[in-house]
């Protein structure tokens, strides 16, 4: 029996009012379930982010309910429970910038993460090194930002994501800034992190070269979640993953 990580029925977000209202939800419905890697296609301004935050719980919508791993947490606009506290434990979130903190380590970033949700010591320490050698950033785990490329800095930031081992992880364009190739291994990323940790991962993406990677293909457009759609078969079998990361430029 599969069991839905995060789902929404009849979302429904308005912003503005009179001759400026623009619906950016209307009455959408999805769900994710575990191991479960699924993109969120759509024009700017098709209501992808929109989704995406309230499925977070950042920006309720007006209307309609969500439901975390089986737990309603909101109904028409109102939480249901201590949302900043769900937020620490059970979502991550990756942007389209990694957004990591300039001075401090790659090892103390993702110690930052587990620390807010009262993680300290010796086993958090083995926590972020364990994380960061998962993602192949291991070897730069004592190097700031400004000393990684930008593939290493997004995986850093995909290890602060799941620090806290969420069941839940968000990422909004998480590839725009990379190369074609850095975009692959992140994407690639995501699906294993689905696959190996059994997380439900939804990521909006322009990025139409990537889609074999997904499960699952929703799209978006005017605020209505138009269809979802199976992946369309790789036409060359998936790269596999730079097997020395930490030494790409």
Same mark, same amino acid.
């Given at each position: ?17 009179? /001759?400026?209202? @623009? @619906? $950016? ?11 479960? @890697?699924?993109?969120?296609l759509g024009p700017s301004g098709s209501g992808k982010s929109t989704l995406l935050t309230a499925l977070g719980l950042l920006n309720l919508p007006e209307r309609g309910r969500i439901w975390l791993a089986g737990r309603p947490v909101v ?8 949302? $900043? ?12 910038? $990694? ?39 291991g070897g730069r785990a004592d190097h700031y930002p400004e000393q990684l490329s930008g593939g290493q800095q997004q995986r850093v930031a995909i290890a602060r994501a799941l620090a806290n081992r969420p069941p839940l992880i968000l990422a ?31 990521? @909006?993406?322009? /990025?139409?070269?990537?889609? /074999? ?5 929703? !799209?978006? !457009? ?28």
């Amino acid at each position: 029996m599969h069991h839905a990580v995060i789902r929404a029925e009849s979302l429904r977000k308005v912003y503005g009012e009179g /001759d400026t209202e @623009v @619906v $950016a939800l209307r009455d959408v419905s999805i769900s994710t379930e575990r191991g479960e @890697v699924a993109a969120l296609l759509g024009p700017s301004g098709s209501g992808k982010s929109t989704l995406l935050t309230a499925l977070g719980l950042l920006n309720l919508p007006e209307r309609g309910r969500i439901w975390l791993a089986g737990r309603p947490v909101v109904a028409d606009g109102v939480a249901l429970t201590d949302l $900043a506290a769900v937020r620490r434990s059970m979502i991550g979130f990756v942007f389209q910038k $990694a957004n990591l903190i300039p001075f401090l380590t790659a090892r103390e970033n993702v110690l930052l993460a587990l620390q807010l949700n009262d993680r300290v010591g010796r086993s958090a320490g083995a926590r972020a090194q364990e994380l960061l050698g998962y993602l192949g950033v291991g070897g730069r785990a004592d190097h700031y930002p400004e000393q990684l490329s930008g593939g290493q800095q997004q995986r850093v930031a995909i290890a602060r994501a799941l620090a806290n081992r969420p069941p839940l992880i968000l990422a909004d364009e998480p590839t725009a800034a990379l190369d074609s190739h850095r975009g692959r291994d992140v994407m690639e990323l995501f699906k294993r992190i689905a696959h190996e940790q059994g997380a439900a991962v939804v990521v @909006v993406t322009h /990025d139409h070269r990537t889609l /074999d990677v997904f499960d699952t293909i929703h !799209e978006m !457009e005017d605020g209505v979640l138009t269809r979802a759609a199976a992946p369309p078969p790789a036409h060359a079998p998936p790269r596999t993953a730079d097997p020395n990361p930490e030494a790409s430029p």
